[in-house]
C-alpha cells in the first residue's frame, strides 16, 4: 500500500488550506511541510515565493459557493487562517456548516479584533487591566472628554483599519487634527467613524500568544515584536519589523499574565455564548509598573510573532491545528531553542512601499539554522524576483541561545538586498539586556 493510502486508512492524511499572503503564511507553509501526515498544502491567495513551497490558488473568499467548491474538490480537511479579516468575515462560520475542522475562530468570537469597542467592553466587563478609555464619534466628543487623559493621547479607529487604525499624539492640538481626519475625512472609511481615546500606556510590550478550544488554552513561548520603523523605537508604528524569543520573564509576571488577564479572558470567551473560540487568541500586553496590561486581543497569530514559535515546536504543527480545530487542546512541548525572525522591508514602507524594485541575491539561500521566509515578493516571467509589498522577505535564525540566533538572522539576511530596502538592526538587542529578562 503507499503512504497515501495507508495514511488514509489511518484516517490521519492531511490536506490543509491555509487563507493568506504573508511571511506568516509562509511560515506556516515550512511547518506543517515537516508533518508526515500532510499530503498537500494550498494557500488562498499564498505569493509567487509561496508558490515555489505550496500549491497557491486565487478564489474569492468573499463568495462562499466558490471556497465550498474547492474545499471538496481538494478533499481538503483542515483549514488554517492566516489573518484577520476572513475571520471577522465570517469564514469559520461557512467551513464549520461544510464540516470543514478550522482554525480560527466564529464571526462573533472574531469581533475581540474586528471591534476595539467591543474588545473595551469585554476587557472592562471581566476586569481584565486595560487602559482607561471613553468610546468618541466625533470632534466636539474629543474636546469634551480629552481633559480626562494625559498627552500623549491614543486614538483607535473601531474597526480594521489594516494594521493603521491606531494615532498616538503628543498634544492636544495634534489629537484634534487626528480627530478630524477620523470623523470629518474619513481616511478609515466606516472603521473609524466611531473611535476610543484611551490612555497612553508606558512600558514594554509583549506579545502573548495562547493556543485554545474555548475551554483549554496553551500559552506560546512569550515573543517581543518591534512595532516602530526604525532602531531604537523611533518612526512610525508598522504591522512588525522584527520579533525574538522565547522571553524569558520572571516567574511572577508569567503568573500575573495568566492569572489576571488570560484565564478571565478565557472565562469571558466561555460564557459569551455565541462564541466559538478553537484557535489562538494574541493577547498584545503592555508590561506597566502596574503590571500587564492588554493593549489588544487579536484572533489569528502574530505576524512576524508566529516565525519565531513554529521552529520551538517539539512535536508536529499540523497535528495541534488539527487537533483545536476538532475541539481538543493539546498538551505542548518546546525545544531549548531561541529565534528571531528580521523583516526586511521595502522602501517606503509603511506609509507608501516602492513595489517592482528588483531583488538582488540570493533569496533560496539557507543553512540549518537559518532561511529565508517570502512575504511581499513576485516573480516575472524570466523568474527574476522583485518587490510587492510593505514587508518583503522575512530572515529567520535559529540558535542555542537568543544571541545566536539573532547573530544567525542577521548572517542570513546579508545574502540578499534591494534598492533602498529597509531593516532594523536592533533586533532583540534589548532582551540580551539582563533589565528586560
Ligand atoms: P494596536 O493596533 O491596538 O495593537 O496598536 C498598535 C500599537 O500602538 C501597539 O502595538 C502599541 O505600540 C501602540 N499602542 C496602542 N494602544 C496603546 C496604548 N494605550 N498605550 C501605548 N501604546 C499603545
Ligand atoms: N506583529 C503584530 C501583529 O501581528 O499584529
Not at 199 to 211: A, I, K, N, P
Not at 257 to 285: C, H
Not at 298 to 309: M, S, T, W
Not at 329 to 339: A, G, N, Q, V
Request: with cysteine; glycine share 8%; hydrophobic share 35%.
Amino acid at each position: 500500500m503507499d503512504k497515501l493510502s495507508q495514511l488514509k486508512q489511518r484516517g490521519s492524511f492531511v490536506n490543509v488550506l491555509i487563507l493568506g499572503s504573508g511571511g506568516r503564511e509562509h511560515a506556516l507553509v515550512k511547518a506543517l511541510l515537516q508533518s508526515p501526515d500532510v499530503i498537500q498544502i494550498h494557500v488562498i491567495p499564498g505569493n509567487d515565493g509561496i508558490q515555489m513551497h505550496a500549491l497557491c490558488h486565487q478564489i474569492n473568499l468573499q463568495n462562499p459557493e466558490e471556497l465550498q467548491t474547492f474545499v471538496k474538490q481538494k478533499q481538503i480537511n483542515l483549514v488554517v487562517v492566516g489573518p484577520e479579516q476572513p475571520l471577522c468575515d465570517g469564514i469559520s462560520d461557512i467551513l464549520k456548516i461544510n464540516n470543514i475542522p478550522v482554525f480560527g475562530p466564529n464571526k462573533a468570537a472574531a469581533q475581540l479584533e474586528g471591534s476595539k469597542i467591543f474588545a473595551k467592553n469585554f476587557m472592562n466587563k471581566h476586569k481584565i487591566p486595560t487602559a482607561k478609555s471613553v468610546t468618541v464619534k466625533s470632534v466636539q466628543n474629543i474636546e469634551e472628554s480629552m481633559d480626562q487623559f494625559q498627552a500623549p493621547y491614543v486614538l483607535k479607529a473601531d474597526g480594521l483599519a489594516a494594521g493603521k487604525g491606531v494615532a498616538i499624539c503628543n498634544t492636544k492640538e495634534e489629537l484634534l487634527v487626528q480627530a478630524d481626519n477620523y470623523f470629518n475625512k474619513n481616511i478609515f472609511g466606516e472603521a473609524g467613524t466611531t473611535a476610543l481615546l484611551e490612555q497612553h500606556l508606558e512600558g514594554y510590550e509583549l506579545s502573548c500568544l495562547v493556543l485554545t478550544n474555548g475551554q483549554r488554552f496553551q500559552i506560546l513561548p512569550f515573543i517581543q515584536d518591534h512595532k516602530r520603523l526604525l532602531d531604537e523605537d523611533l518612526g512610525p508604528n508598522t504591522g512588525g519589523m522584527g520579533t525574538a524569543g522565547p522571553v524569558n520573564i520572571h516567574s511572577s509576571l508569567k503568573d500575573d499574565i495568566a492569572q489576571k488577564i488570560v484565564i478571565p479572558t478565557l472565562e469571558g470567551i466561555q460564557n459569551q455564548s455565541d462564541f466559538e473560540y478553537n484557535g489562538v487568541l494574541f493577547i498584545g500586553l503592555m508590561v506597566t509598573e502596574q503590571g500587564p496590561k492588554v493593549i489588544e486581543y487579536n484572533v489569528r497569530f502574530g505576524d512576524p510573532e508566529l516565525q519565531c514559535i513554529l521552529p520551538l515546536l517539539n512535536g508536529d504543527w499540523a497535528e495541534v491545528f488539527k487537533s483545536i480545530a476538532s475541539g481538543d487542546c493539546p498538551t505542548l512541548k518546546w525545544k531549548p531553542l531561541y529565534s528571531a525572525c528580521v523583516v526586511l522591508a521595502a522602501e517606503g514602507y509603511p506609509e507608501n512601499p516602492v513595489k517592482g524594485v528588483p531583488i538582488e541575491g540570493d533569496i533560496t539561500h539557507e543553512t540549518p539554522s537559518s532561511y529565508f521566509l517570502y512575504a511581499g515578493i513576485k516573480k516575472d516571467q524570466d523568474n527574476k524576483f522583485y518587490t510587492n509589498g510593505g514587508r518583503v522577505i522575512n530572515s529567520v535564525g535559529i540558535g542555542d541561545s537568543l544571541q545566536q540566533a539573532i547573530e544567525n538572522a542577521y548572517k542570513q539576511a546579508q545574502y540578499i538586498q534591494w534598492k533602498n530596502y529597509q531593516f532594523r538592526k536592533d533586533i532583540g538587542k534589548k532582551l540580551l539586556s539582563p533589565s528586560k529578562g
